[in-house]
């Protein structure tokens, strides 16, 4: 079966950390594109971190360049550690994976992991 998983999620105080992680099944992303988007409380779903597996590139949105990181081991995990989280982070994280080396708009997604962050 074909699905994404995500976990890593919950409360954490500001300026705390957490490390979300989205585990894939039924294959392998080393062709893929990985992307975490977020969906926060009366907002669009919006894109923090894509990367292109087969290059190793990354992107970030603004709101979290030097606090986020995604990895991949180009099989089955893709992580997003977050640093210094901040109340505006909250929201549903979701992740995304496209077959593709420069497209990063998901053609599968997971059902996402909640991350509230307030003291």
């Known amino acids: 079966q074909v699905q994404l998983v995500e976990s890593g999620g919950g409360l954490v105080q500001p300026g705390g950390s957490l490390r979300l992680s989205c585990v894939a099944s039924g294959f392998t992303t080393g062709k893929y594109v990985m992307s975490w988007f977020r969906q926060r409380p009366g907002k669009e779903r919006e894109l923090v971190a894509f990367?292109?597996?087969?290059?190793?590139?990354t992107r970030y949105a603004d709101s979290v360049k030097d606090r986020f990181q995604i990895s991949s081991d180009n099989e089955t995990h893709t992580s997003l550690q977050m640093n210094g989280l901040k109340p505006e982070d909250t929201a549903v994280y979701y992740c995304g994976a496209r077959h593709s080396s420069y497209n990063c708009e998901p053609a599968r997604w997971g059902k996402g992991t909640q991350v509230t962050v307030s003291s």
């Open positions: 990367i292109i597996n087969v290059s190793g590139k």
